[in-house]
């Protein structure tokens, strides 16, 4: 087992990875836990959950919503939960957002911990301390940052994931290894049928290596003021397509990328060398479907999002494998450049 840990100012959060999940309780009080999934963790889980009681919400993004949090924190009311309670997440990305948002609110916030359950949770998002939900459209626009005080990531559990689920955390997988882990990058290339027969010892490898990354960015930088910005490579575009064509997150963060590889090109931080193999590498997952969404759309969408931000959009380029710059750039030169690729 390896063990990770995230120091902030505020708090310390530890990452467990390859912990067996059913040896959880040593992490937990002993009494005043309340567990936070979804149907589909809890009809495969429920079994082996420890002996608390269990609110569950419907899988998927719809969940992410403030009915949802004021919903569950009145079950916590309902079970008598005070300042003294603990939230228990067991699930992906959705459910360890919510449960890390309801801890951050209810009573000013109480104690809490993941069980994160999909790949592209165990490799990104339940590492880190963002949590949220959305409003409308907009995703993630009401939240806080706040470290869970562990997060435990069991490969095993990943042996029950839908393919196209495994896929999309695969992705997330290859964003760090672009921007921050060179010998990442190199194993992934070279290790393609062990990750998809899902090699336990090999994930816990590349999950470690992943979230050791990701540590070292929140470390230094949690509020994204700065460093921990090159974390949404191939985030500008992949976001407008997720939300124009409804797929998985990972899917078009992998379409992101590879617009994102071809400007990183063509502003020359990355070789057409480099270039090929960041394509070949999403390709050889099946990543990428060259379903681009019309320029018209993309411009709509990456405006909207400017809109969020407030300020002028950061653009992640890939600085070689392995490592990312950030550069301020306005609308129009990300959607002109996403025309000329579109032209070729
Ligand atoms: N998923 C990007 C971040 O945690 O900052």
Redesign the pocket.
């Known amino acids: 087992m390896e063990r990770i840990f995230i120091n902030t100012p505020s708090t310390k959060s530890e990452i467990l990875v390859g912990h067996s999940w059913e040896n959880l309780s040593e992490l937990l009080p002993e009494t005043g836990v309340v567990i936070i999934t979804d149907d589909n963790i809890l009809k495969i889980y429920r079994k082996k959950f420890p002996d608390f009681p269990v609110l569950s919400v419907a899988p998927g993004e719809k969940s992410k919503q403030l009915s949802v949090i004021e919903k569950l924190a009145g079950g916590l009311l309902e079970l008598g939960i005070d300042r003294t309670g603990f939230i228990l997440a067991i699930g992906g990305g959705v459910v360890c957002d919510i449960a890390g948002f309801l801890a951050s609110v209810y009573m000013r916030g109480i104690r809490c911990g993941f069980v994160s359950t999909s790949l592209l949770s165990q490799v ?2 339940s590492t ?1 301390g ?1 949590n949220g939900v959305n409003q409308g459209s907009v995703k993630n626009i009401i939240g806080t940052i706040r470290q869970p005080e562990f997060v435990l990531c069991d490969p095993e559990m990943l042996l029950t994931l839908p393919d196209d689920e495994f896929l999309s955390g695969l992705s997330e997988l290859i964003k760090t290894a672009i921007i921050g882990d060179r010998v990442l990058f190199e194993f992934i290339e070279n290790s393609r049928d062990e990750i998809l027969n899902r090699n336990t010892e090999l994930l816990t490898m590349l999950i470690t290596r992943a979230v050791n990354f990701k540590s070292i960015v929140v470390t230094e930088d949690e509020r ?1 003021t700065g460093l ?1 910005r090159i ?2 490579f191939g985030h500008t575009y992949g976001h407008a397509i997720e939300l124009e064509r409804g797929i998985m997150h990972g899917f078009a963060v992998a379409l992101g990328m590879e617009l994102a590889t071809a400007f990183s090109k063509k502003m020359g931080y990355l070789s057409a060398d480099e270039a090929d193999r960041i394509v070949r590498i999403l390709n050889a997952f099946n990543l990428l479907d060259n379903k681009f969404i019309p320029a018209e759309d993309m411009e709509k969408l990456i405006v909207h999002d400017k809109k969020k931000a407030g300020s002028s959009i950061h653009f992640v380029f890939a600085e070689g494998i392995g490592q990312a710059v950030v550069r301020k750039m306005a609308v129009s030169e990300i959607t002109d450049f996403y025309r000329e690729f579109r032209k070729k």
């Open positions: 990104d998002a880190g963002k994204e921990r974390l949404n």
